[in-house]
């Protein structure tokens, strides 16, 4: 059964330092999504991409984050200068359709020390 | 906007015995709903969906969801539950318009009893 992968599963950076977090989506899914979870809370829309731009962004996803899709098959998630509070466990979705549901990767931490 | 409300934070039960997780949201029409699972240090597998027809709809493992529209409610409910539904439990609601991103409620940590 296809699924959405995502790597690194954890990643430790110090904080100011860019990060990279990437995903593949199911192959023909066309619409993308990044959501994180800080712990112990609910999980938060980040962004949603569909036919190479970016649809939706939340209050969240500010000036220094970016997604992109750099070819067919992965969808990133760039963070350029990381935050303590930017640590979190970030899944990325996508789904074929909308609406419909969204299948979640495993998500990636990040930890920012 | 849409919001989500999941009164329970934590509930534990039995093994075997029934269970039923509450679920709010507030939205003007009528949304899209889904239940999310997620095992501890997992990613969110959907337990089930509703979009529209039936109000009670079957989903994985056992798990069933109703809907009722009078009460803005979409409760989980498993008749006999066992050791292995340990986890936390995440309602979701998605709209036809704007983002279409999901709106996610602060979800529901299940602890099994033996």
């Known amino acids: 059964e296809p699924e959405v992968t995502q790597t690194p599963s954890h990643q430790v950076t110090q904080m100011g330092q860019e990060v990279i977090l990437r995903c593949v989506p199911i192959s023909n899914h066309l619409y993308f999504y990044w959501y994180r979870q800080i712990l112990g809370q609910k999980v938060e829309f980040l962004v949603s991409?569909?036919?190479?731009?970016?649809?939706?962004k939340s209050e969240i996803f500010d000036d220094q984050f970016s997604v992109e899709r750099p070819d067919g098959s992965n969808f990133t998630l760039k963070i350029r200068s990381t935050k303590l509070e930017d640590s979190a466990m970030y899944f990325c979705?996508?789904?074929?359709?909308?609406?419909?549901?969204?299948?979640f990767g495993p998500g990636t931490r990040l930890t920012v020390l | 906007a849409q919001s989500v409300t999941q009164p329970d934070i934590h509930i534990t039960v039995s093994e075997g015995a029934s269970l039923e997780l509450r679920c709010n949201y507030s939205?003007?029409?009528?949304?899209?709903l889904f239940w999310y699972v997620q095992s501890p240090g997992q990613g969110l597998q959907l337990l089930l969906k509703?979009?529209?027809?039936?109000?009670l709809v079957q989903g994985i493992k056992g798990f069933e969801a109703e809907f009722k529209r009078s009460q803005s409610s979409f409760n989980l409910r498993k008749p006999s539950v066992h050791w292995s539904d340990a986890a936390e439990y995440f309602c979701?609601?998605?709209?036809?318009?704007?983002?279409?991103?999901?709106?996610f409620g602060s979800g529901t940590r299940l602890q099994v009893q033996p």
């Open positions: 991409f569909y036919n190479n731009e970016i649809s939706e």
């Open positions: 979705a996508s789904t074929r359709l909308v609406p419909n549901e969204q299948f």
């Open positions: 509703y979009f529209s027809g039936d109000t």
């Open positions: 979701a609601v998605g709209v036809d318009t704007g983002r279409r991103a999901l709106t």
């Open positions: 939205y003007g029409a009528t949304p899209y």
